[in-house]
């Protein structure tokens, strides 16, 4: 009974490095989401997506790229790592958006040097 | 103004005691209303969805005021185990989840 998964856990790296986050759900679900997660900011969603093959950008996409080749893994990417972009990265899905709830993973804890 | 607004307490309370949050939100157009808690360095986690008729489930009601953009979350018989972060969530007319920043509470022995 996994529902959503995220890999990895957690991650030290140096600013301008790369990487990549996976997301992983196995409940069918069309829509997937990466939020992250700051000290009284509530959860932000950087990226979404409606479906297989398709990417949209939410409140905060500046720094991140996604994508969504099969339907049940939804990977962010850091293409050049900075510091403001250390926090916890939450990623979730749902069945549909018309005001479904949200199962999230349980977070990636990143930390840019 | 943000979209959705919490207190962030904490909420100090001991067991057994009642307590009732409260969460604002601006878009008036909004949809769809939930309840999620997230423990210390954990993923949130879906409480309860608020429909305007209130609802109920075991120790925790609901209640949505549509002409006062609030939604309120009320504890009743409150146990250690309800310490956490309650997140308010607004689905808006833009089909997204907006999130609050939370409602810390702590229930003590």
């Known amino acids: 009974n996994a529902g959503v998964t995220q890999t990895p856990k957690f991650r030290v790296l140096k600013t301008g490095q790369s990487m990549t986050l996976l997301c992983a759900q196995d409940m069918n679900h069309e829509y997937m989401y990466w939020y992250r997660q700051d000290p009284g900011m509530g959860l932000r969603l950087i990226h979404y997506s409606v479906g297989e093959g398709t990417t949209a950008k939410g409140e905060v996409p500046d720094g991140y790229n996604v994508s969504r080749l099969k339907k049940q893994n939804f990977l962010l990417g850091l293409e050049s790592a900075a510091p403001s972009q250390t926090s916890v990265y939450f990623c979730?899905?749902?069945?549909?958006?018309?005001?479904?709830?949200?199962?999230f993973g349980d977070g990636t804890r990143l930390s840019i040097l | 103004r943000k979209e959705v607004e919490q207190d962030p307490g904490p909420f100090n309370v001991p067991e057994g005691a009642t307590v009732a949050f409260n969460c604002t939100y601006s878009n008036s157009a909004s949809q769809s209303f939930f309840w999620y808690r997230q423990d210390c360095r954990k993923e949130p986690k879906l409480l309860m969805s608020?429909?305007?008729s209130g609802n109920e489930d075991g120790r925790f009601t609901a209640q949505l005021n549509r002409a006062s953009q609030y939604i309120s979350l009320l504890i009743r018989d409150s146990k250690l185990s309800d310490s956490a972060t309650y997140l308010c969530?607004?689905?808006?007319?833009?089909?997204?989840?907006?999130f609050g920043t939370g409602t810390r509470l702590l229930v003590s022995p």
């Open positions: 969530v607004v689905f808006d007319s833009f089909q997204k989840l907006v």
């Open positions: 979730a899905s749902s069945y549909s958006n018309a005001g479904q709830p949200q199962h």
């Open positions: 608020v429909y305007s």
